[in-house]
């Protein structure tokens, strides 16, 4: 009796294998084990795990991928577990590591360190999606993944991740085929970038050289120009405050042609945000600009969702540009949540399903017009609002915000004779020569984005210069966060001028550019 207990007890002993696969909590990728056992009992195929409904669609896929490719699915009790049981898993390339799992069955391996993506065709042809870079990209800079099974068709875009051996498959057999060999070596060819490389101190950085419009076509405007050439230099906050057809939005749309070039983990968070919003990146160095309109919701700008918290314009612009043209017209909340982001770079979204902090290092660049029929400083037209109408709209922008705001200029009308007077090229490289001065001087940050305590150290000023910015602090009454703004702005100008140090000039010309209010 004894002999007969211990002969079942073998034959319903599990085979369990595994594999390693991953899904994206908010923007992190957290690794997730695929395990499967095939027990006997009534034949099924279940997946446990808290998986989303596209993972149990897997199964019908995996079904009949397996059988198209004269695969005999096992008549056994198929239970595939995704582990740890308590994160929420979603997302179709789970599907390879399922059906590899089935299709091994009666093979023991377990690859240590090999990650498994991709989604399966009806025939058993492996798709890629959208979740792939962002994923692979996060396990890469958390360290967990050095060699991985991708589709071949993303090979193109994952190619740009160095440091991970991917092998890339067309079809189920042929990753059948590479997990019964265990031959993971093969290196794909890594794909350049489409952008020019350069070279400072051993660290290299791309540029974009195409320019889509140029600042040649922006009449006059010189004080304009020359602010958008400093807020540029040193990625500043930068807004602009005229008639309407003056040119502000001129002027926003062709900063993106003439800011710093980007290091190569930029590039790829740039290319990571383009894959989650559904868009194919071409990894160009163009730094991203994004344009929501003022009746753009607070979700859709700075991310959210009532299941799952998703990233909004905020993100999107990470590492570029996020332009609000017609500032005042936005919701009063959506204007007061953007001094986060303007001051910690960073946005959290908490929902009861869902809490996520995600990067938000970004250029705001807004317009707005001096009042609501925009003819208040207009030498031609009559403005045709009472006092309390431009009180209130002009109120509508708080101190604490406007106080995060780096350069603030006041737009001249077009005139007949206005001439172009600098090109995008040429700012392009007055922009190229501050950078340098930067990263020569040993920044991981540009001016703009300098810490509290970077400030001290990069933008140290004394003598005559330190006594103008004290008297500017007592007449004009500026914040603390004012007063290391105008050092950080002097700080760009002084590069520009290819100062060593701050010098008196710069103070003067960052104070300028400062929206202020005089003390009697």
């Given at each position: 009796?004894?002999?007969?207990?211990?002969?079942?007890?073998?034959?319903?002993?599990?085979?369990?294998?595994?594999?390693?696969?991953?899904?994206?909590?908010?923007?992190?990728?957290?690794?997730?084990?695929?395990?499967?056992?095939?027990?006997?009992?009534?034949?099924?195929?279940?997946?446990?795990?808290?998986?989303?409904?596209?993972?149990?669609?897997?199964?019908?896929?995996?079904?009949?991928?397996?059988?198209?490719?004269?695969?005999?699915?096992?008549?056994?009790?198929?239970?595939?577990?995704?582990?740890?049981?308590?994160?929420?898993?979603?997302?179709?390339?789970?599907?390879?590591?399922?059906?590899?799992?089935?299709?091994?069955?009666?093979?023991?391996?377990?690859?240590?360190?090999?990650?498994?993506?991709?989604?399966?065709?009806?025939?058993?042809?492996?798709?890629?999606?959208?979740?792939?870079?962002?994923?692979?990209?996060?396990?890469?800079?958390?360290?967990?993944?050095?060699?991985?099974?991708?589709?071949?068709?993303?090979?193109?875009?994952?190619?740009?991740?160095?440091?991970?051996?991917?092998?890339?498959?067309?079809?189920?057999?042929?990753?059948?085929?590479?997990?019964?060999?265990?031959?993971?070596?093969?290196?794909?060819?890594?794909?350049?970038?489409?952008?020019?490389?350069?070279?400072?101190?051993?660290?290299?950085?791309?540029?974009?050289?195409?320019?889509?419009?140029?600042?040649?076509?922006?009449?006059?405007?010189?004080?304009?120009?020359?602010?958008?050439?400093?807020?540029?230099?040193?990625?500043?906050?930068?807004?602009?405050?005229?008639?309407?057809?003056?040119?502000?939005?001129?002027?926003?749309?062709?900063?993106?042609?003439?800011?710093?070039?980007?290091?190569?983990?930029?590039?790829?968070?740039?290319?990571?945000?383009?894959?989650?919003?559904?868009?194919?990146?071409?990894?160009?160095?163009?730094?991203?600009?994004?344009?929501?309109?003022?009746?753009?919701?607070?979700?859709?700008?700075?991310?959210?969702?009532?299941?799952?918290?998703?990233?909004?314009?905020?993100?999107?612009?990470?590492?570029?540009?996020?332009?609000?043209?017609?500032?005042?017209?936005?919701?009063?909340?959506?204007?007061?949540?953007?001094?986060?982001?303007?001051?910690?770079?960073?946005?959290?979204?908490?929902?009861?399903?869902?809490?996520?902090s995600y990067d938000a290092d970004i250029m705001f660049v807004a317009a707005m017009n001096p009042c609501p029929c925009g003819n208040l400083l207009s030498k031609k037209n009559e403005c045709r609002c009472g006092e309390v109408e431009i009180t209130r709209y002009q109120n509508r922008l708080s101190d604490p915000f406007l106080d995060r705001i780096d350069l603030f200029v006041v737009m001249q009308e077009v005139e007949t004779t206005d001439k172009s007077d600098i090109t995008s090229s040429e700012m392009r490289k007055l922009t190229l020569k501050a950078f340098t001065a930067q990263k020569t001087r040993g920044q991981k940050r540009l001016n703009g984005k300098l810490k509290e305590e970077e400030i001290d150290i990069f933008c140290k000023i004394s003598g005559d210069t330190?006594?103008?910015?004290?008297?500017?602090?007592?007449?004009?009454?500026?914040?603390?966060?004012?007063?290391?703004?105008?050092?950080?702005?002097?700080?760009?100008?002084?590069?520009?001028?290819?100062?060593?140090?701050?010098?008196?000039?710069?103070?003067?010309?960052?104070?300028?550019?400062?929206?202020?209010?005089?003390?009697?």
């Amino acid at each position: 009796m004894k002999t007969i207990e211990n002969k079942i007890e073998i034959e319903q002993t599990a085979v369990i294998n595994r594999l390693a696969c991953a899904t994206l909590d908010g923007l992190k990728a957290k690794v997730i084990e695929v395990e499967a056992t095939f027990t006997k009992g009534l034949p099924g195929f279940s997946v446990v795990g808290l998986a989303s409904s596209d993972i149990q669609e897997s199964r019908e896929r995996v079904k009949s991928a397996l059988l198209t490719n004269s695969f005999t699915f096992p008549p056994l009790k198929i239970t595939v577990n995704l582990s740890p049981s308590d994160i929420k898993k979603n997302g179709t390339h789970f599907d390879l590591s399922l059906a590899l799992l089935i299709a091994l069955n009666k093979s023991k391996f377990n690859h240590v360190g090999l990650f498994v993506f991709g989604e399966l065709g009806l025939d058993g042809k492996i798709k890629s999606s959208t979740m792939l870079f962002p994923l692979i990209l996060s396990l890469k800079e958390q360290g967990f993944i050095s060699k991985a099974i991708v589709p071949k068709e993303a090979i193109e875009h994952l190619s740009y991740i160095s440091g991970i051996d991917f092998i890339a498959v067309e079809t189920l057999n042929e990753a059948i085929s590479v997990i019964e060999s265990g031959e993971f070596n093969m290196q794909m060819q890594r794909f350049e970038y489409n952008a020019n490389k350069i070279t400072i101190d051993d660290v290299a950085y791309y540029s974009n050289n195409t320019i889509v419009s140029n600042f040649s076509d922006v009449k006059g405007q010189s004080v304009a120009k020359r602010a958008s050439l400093i807020a540029a230099a040193g990625m500043h906050n930068f807004l602009m405050e005229g008639s309407p057809g003056c040119g502000k939005s001129m002027i926003a749309k062709r900063l993106r042609d003439v800011l710093p070039p980007l290091e190569e983990p930029e590039m790829l968070s740039i290319a990571k945000h383009q894959f989650l919003d559904g868009q194919l990146p071409n990894f160009d160095a163009a730094r991203p600009l994004r344009s929501p309109h003022h009746t753009a919701t607070s979700a859709s700008i700075f991310g959210g969702g009532s299941s799952g918290a998703k990233i909004g314009e905020v993100a999107l612009a990470h590492n570029g540009i996020l332009f609000f043209d017609e500032l005042p017209h936005f919701a009063k909340p959506i204007l007061e949540a953007m001094r986060e982001p303007l001051q910690d770079r960073k946005v959290n979204i908490a929902r009861v399903n869902a809490k996520i902090s995600y990067d938000a290092d970004i250029m705001f660049v807004a317009a707005m017009n001096p009042c609501p029929c925009g003819n208040l400083l207009s030498k031609k037209n009559e403005c045709r609002c009472g006092e309390v109408e431009i009180t209130r709209y002009q109120n509508r922008l708080s101190d604490p915000f406007l106080d995060r705001i780096d350069l603030f200029v006041v737009m001249q009308e077009v005139e007949t004779t206005d001439k172009s007077d600098i090109t995008s090229s040429e700012m392009r490289k007055l922009t190229l020569k501050a950078f340098t001065a930067q990263k020569t001087r040993g920044q991981k940050r540009l001016n703009g984005k300098l810490k509290e305590e970077e400030i001290d150290i990069f933008c140290k000023i004394s003598g005559d210069t330190l006594s103008v910015l004290e008297s500017a602090m007592s007449r004009f009454a500026l914040s603390h966060r004012s007063v290391a703004s105008i050092k950080k702005v002097a700080r760009t100008i002084a590069d520009i001028n290819g100062n060593d140090d701050i010098l008196k000039m710069d103070i003067l010309e960052a104070l300028s550019y400062r929206k202020r209010k005089i003390i009697n």
